[in-house]
């Protein structure tokens, strides 16, 4: 069985300042994993996924990620962030036959002038 | 969305009628997904197709019914039955079996029950 656990639910941030999104999940299997970002009214879009080529995944609008097995965590993080970011974040697991995706509850971020 | 279309963008139905949401893709994807998702809530699992002319319930099944005809389309319909439908659906593909892919999603249809 999988699991995902986003332990923020909300998160607020000034612009320029780091953001953080949390992370954890359970599988029996060699996960796969995987963080979407959500603007209002629209369909989920791929920010990065982790594929056990590296344990730090970089994806697009300067967003990475860290695969710690030994925590179990996948956070999401981002130098410096911009108002644009300000959306709901998702967190998903699957297997690595690529099926049973489990998504996490999601983390909205406000990102404040 | 890109190779993923989905129609209407806004739906109104009555009470005790029935509605279909579409769900079409140009990728070439075999694996088909229509997720429901509430306000301030994450995403369930609704239906989810492997291969044409099959398909399996998720989570929440009860009141939708879909069908898997071709392998571009998988409409998903939601039925009378459904008492509390007035939600974002979001239909999702992804390449079935391949290893550590990641699915994508369609821009969603919102559901309104007056």
């Known amino acids: 069985a999988q699991s995902v656990t986003q332990l923020d639910s909300h998160v607020s941030v000034s612009e320029g300042t780091p953001v953080l999104l949390r992370c954890n999940y359970s599988?029996?299997?060699?996960?796969?994993l995987f963080w979407y970002v959500q603007h209002p009214n629209k369909g989920l879009q791929l920010l990065l996924k982790?594929?056990?080529?590296?344990?730090l995944v970089k994806g697009i609008n300067g967003f990475e990620a860290e695969f710690k097995k030994s925590e179990t965590s996948f956070h999401l993080t981002k130098p410096s962030a911009h108002m644009s970011d300000a959306a709901e974040y998702f967190c998903?697991?699957?297997?690595?036959?690529?099926?049973?995706?489990?998504f996490g509850p999601g983390t909205r971020l406000s990102a404040l002038p | 969305d890109g190779g993923i279309t989905q129609s209407p963008k806004y739906l109104f139905r009555k009470e005790g009628q029935n509605v279909t949401l579409s769900c079409e893709q140009n990728?070439?994807?075999?694996?088909m997904y229509w997720y429901r998702q509430d306000p301030g809530q994450g995403l369930r699992l609704i239906y989810y197709?492997?291969?044409?002319?099959?398909?399996q319930k998720g989570d929440i099944a009860e009141g939708y019914s879909v069908s898997r005809e071709k392998k571009e389309s998988f409409p998903l319909t939601v039925t009378s039955a459904q008492k509390n439908p007035t939600a974002f659906y979001l239909c999702?593909?992804?390449?079935?079996?391949?290893?550590?892919?990641?699915?994508?999603f369609g821009p969603g249809t919102r559901l309104t029950v007056l």
């Open positions: 999702a593909i992804s390449s079935a079996g391949a290893s550590y892919n990641e699915q994508f």
């Open positions: 990728l070439n994807h075999d694996a």
């Open positions: 599988s029996s299997y060699s996960p796969s």
């Open positions: 982790y594929t056990s080529a590296a344990t």
């Open positions: 197709s492997q291969i044409v002319n099959d398909f």
């Open positions: 998903v697991v699957s297997d690595y036959r690529g099926q049973n995706f489990v």
